[in-house]
């Protein structure tokens, strides 16, 4: 593909020599580049079309070798990429060994702080202003947040922080889509327009000098202050950013990328804590991520023909969500809630058949569960869907609101184990080691589309505390079984005991018909509820076989393998093992397929595993 202005740019020291009426063809070049790579590697397009002026425009201002930007979630960095010369590492995005879809420090310079989960930016970047005052250094912090970020509660304490504090820090508000501040209109634009000039600015700097110089002339630039303000508060309430005392400049059209320059060379002189409201459009540039712009927020590779995904409609999250559909028609007391996730999580019929019932709190997974626990208390039965990796940012709650009273509350734990090219701070290999160590908790790990509704079937209806169901990203494999016992026995033989549960069943069976091809007999045992433990036909296998091997998705601390080793030991039941795990490792993008092959917990890892438990 041969893009005229975007092979010319390949630093951002050449961005910033483009002459001006080159940047639109610029950013169409872009946008063409994104849709073309995108379409073959998959990842998140949709914010990225959207933020291409904006991205821009910061690099046109700022040299973020030095200057420090710090994306919320980092969706949208991309375009920073491409801007930063790593554009010929899209071809390998998001594979193992590649470049990341998130920004990384250790990918470049140019990355100041690594991104993955939602609303820490500002408090990153107020520490970052911070340190900078604190080392007498001289050097804009910028955060890059999104509406959709700030519904979480951490950015408003760090708004409110950020305000009290002084610090020179620009606030990016990326708002493609929610009415933040009521500073919206033709008088907002208006003022925002005349206060961002700069023969405004010079005035207003040259007016403050004189009065403070001649007699009385403080006391008459506080009365002409207050009635400026007295106006300005009458023609337009301030927006709640300078109420926390931040100054405020917008909105600002994100797709001019001229005139966004000219805010953000404003902002970058300011002197103090800046909130920069930019309005952008998702999917800007591609009219199928325009019209679809959630289909298009993390997509797989797809046609850029037709905007047609690759992919089975079916998947764990299509099959719970049906199944939710399913109780919210027999019990009229069934509720369901997300955290910004409708569609990831398959809500969507639910939230559509019943509206009354489903509750999306935006990125505020702790209000969620503690929400959930006050509709139980009420005698309802809610089920919240979320993401294992975003689960950690509940545990507080689900100890102190949900536990404690032993309320009836049902987490829906979404891929759960890998998930391949979102990387370390997307990878659901915590939860194990969270829900373990929550009393009264009950955890079902279902291996199959019909396990996972006889699970949640029994969670909701049955189950009468706190219950957990976590099942992984994707479709099902070979075992296809259904119910929803503690455990299973799968095959039989008396060299060698198997552990494991939920979809790692698959490489397990595997590894087992390997194994008996090489004259080993194993015990598979699969565990349906990982807590509470039971334990009768582990004992009676180990003691069987006297080797035990136990392989999980999770990492190596609180996990499965650990518990049954330990209990082995306490009633002295004498075995060779190994835990087979991903050890204690923050793990990284890759499919998913190849990271199971990398931490040794594929077919032929346990194989290996195998041959040196026999050798001992």
């Known amino acids: 593909m041969i893009l005229k202005i975007l092979d010319a740019v390949t630093s951002p020291e050449e961005l910033k020599k483009l002459d001006a009426s080159l940047i639109p063809a610029l950013c169409s070049d872009i946008r063409k580049f994104l849709v073309s790579s995108v379409s073959e590697t998959g990842g998140h397009l949709a914010s990225n079309l959207g933020a291409v002026e904006l991205t821009v425009a910061i690099h046109r201002v700022f040299d973020t070798s030095r200057d420090r930007l710090v994306f919320d979630v980092g969706h949208q960095c991309y375009v ?8 010929d590492g899209f071809a390998n995005l998001r594979k193992y060994g590649g470049l990341s879809g998130f920004p990384k420090p250790y990918e470049s310079v140019h990355d100041a702080f690594i ?6 930016s500002i408090s990153v970047a107020l520490g970052m202003a911070r340190a900078r005052t604190l080392k007498n250094a001289d050097y804009s912090v910028i955060a890059f ?17 950020a305000g009290d504090s002084g610090e020179p820090l620009i606030i990016i508000l990326n708002d493609n889509g929610m009415s933040i501040t009521p500073n919206v209109g033709g008088v907002a634009s208006y003022l925002s327009r005349k206060r961002l000039k700069p023969s405004y600015k010079s005035f207003k700097q040259r007016y403050r000098r004189v009065m403070h110089k001649i007699p009385g002339g403080k006391v008459i630039y506080n009365f002409t202050h207050r009635i400026k303000h007295a106006v300005k ?8 950013f300078e109420d926390m005392g931040l100054q405020y400049a917008g909105p600002v059209d994100g797709h001019d990328e001229a005139r966004i320059e000219e805010v953000l060379r404003w902002a970058k002189d300011a002197g103090g804590p800046v909130v920069v409201h930019v309005i952008t459009k998702k999917g800007c540039g591609y009219s199928f991520a325009e019209g679809s712009p959630d289909k298009f927020h993390s997509i797989g590779p797809f046609d850029r023909r037709t905007g047609d995904a690759d992919g089975d409609s079916m998947d764990f999250s299509w099959v719970f969500g049906d199944e939710m559909c399913r109780l919210g028609e027999q019990d009229n007391t069934v509720c369901a809630i997300t955290a910004a996730m409708t569609g990831g999580t398959g809500l969507s019929r639910f939230c559509g058949e019943f509206p009354g019932r489903f509750y999306d709190v935006g990125i505020a997974e702790g209000h969620a569960a503690s929400m959930a626990a006050g509709l139980a208390s009420g005698g309802m039965k809610p089920v919240f869907a979320v993401y294992s990796t975003f689960l950690q940012r ?19 734990v979404d891929r759960a184990g890998l998930v391949g090219g979102d990387g370390e701070t997307h990878q659901g290999v915590f939860d194990v080691s969270a829900l373990l160590s929550v009393p009264g908790m009950t955890v079902f790990c279902p291996a199959s589309y019909s396990e996972l509704r006889d699970m949640t079937e029994r969670a909701v209806m049955e189950i009468g505390g706190p219950a957990a169901v976590r099942y ?3 479709s099902e494999g070979e075992y296809t079984g259904g119910g929803s016992e503690a455990v299973r026995v799968l095959a039989s033989g008396s060299d060698l005991t198997l552990i494991t549960y939920g979809i790692n069943i698959n490489d397990v069976l595997a590894a087992g018909k390997m194994l008996a091809e090489k004259g080993v007999g194993c015990d598979i045992i699969k565990l349906g509820i990982i807590k509470p433990l039971c334990f009768e036909e582990i004992e009676k296998s180990a003691l069987k076989t006297g080797r035990v091997i136990v392989v999980e998705e999770v990492v190596s601390s609180g996990c499965v393998g650990e518990l049954i080793m330990a209990h082995l030991s ?7 093992g190994e835990c087979l795990n991903l050890g204690d490792n923050f793990i990284e993008h890759g499919d998913v397929k190849s990271l199971r092959a990398l931490y040794g917990i594929d077919p032929e890892g346990i194989c290996r595993a195998a041959e040196r438990v026999m050798e001992r």
Do not use: F, Q
């Open 145 to 161: 947040i999104g509406d959709g970020a700030l519904t979480g509660g951490l950015a408003y304490e760090a708004l409110s922080d």
């Open 472 to 474: 992984p990203k994707g």
């Open 233 to 240: 508060t009458y023609l337009l309430p301030c927006s709640m």
């Open 115 to 120: 991104a993955g989960h939602a609303s820490n």
């Open 570 to 576: 306490e009633k002295e039941i004498p075995v060779r």
């Open 394 to 412: 509940s545990y507080d709650m689900i100890i102190h609101d949900v536990a404690i009273g032993g309320y009836h509350v049902v987490l829906a």
């Open 80 to 87: 920073h990429k491409i801007l930063t010369g790593r554009r």
